[in-house]
């Protein structure tokens, strides 16, 4: 997701990343697809984001903001598993 962990660009300099940034399900469904195209044999998602300062937190919540959302999380596995793929 933007912003997360793997997204290392800015907007004034061209760096490659070591990962695909994709944002809403339908990105995440065509970074899927890509690297099936290009032969990964699993897909693997970075759920967990930023870390969050201690004295932002609640105690309902963890120390990590989700990168994604449980729809953009649904759609990677769903296209994996189309595709017999692991995801992890």
Request: glycine share 10%.
């Amino acid at each position: 997701a933007t912003g997360n962990l793997g997204d290392g660009s800015v907007m004034h300099q061209h760096r490659d990343s070591f990962g695909l940034v994709a944002d809403g399900a339908d990105e995440v469904r065509a970074a899927v697809r890509r690297c099936l195209r290009e032969g990964a044999d699993t897909i693997k998602i970075n759920i967990g984001g930023d870390l969050v300062p201690i004295s932002k937190l609640s105690e309902e919540r963890d120390d990590m903001l989700p990168a994604y959302s449980e729809a953009e999380v649904r759609a990677a596995v769903e296209e994996a598993h189309m595709r017999q793929k692991r995801q992890r």
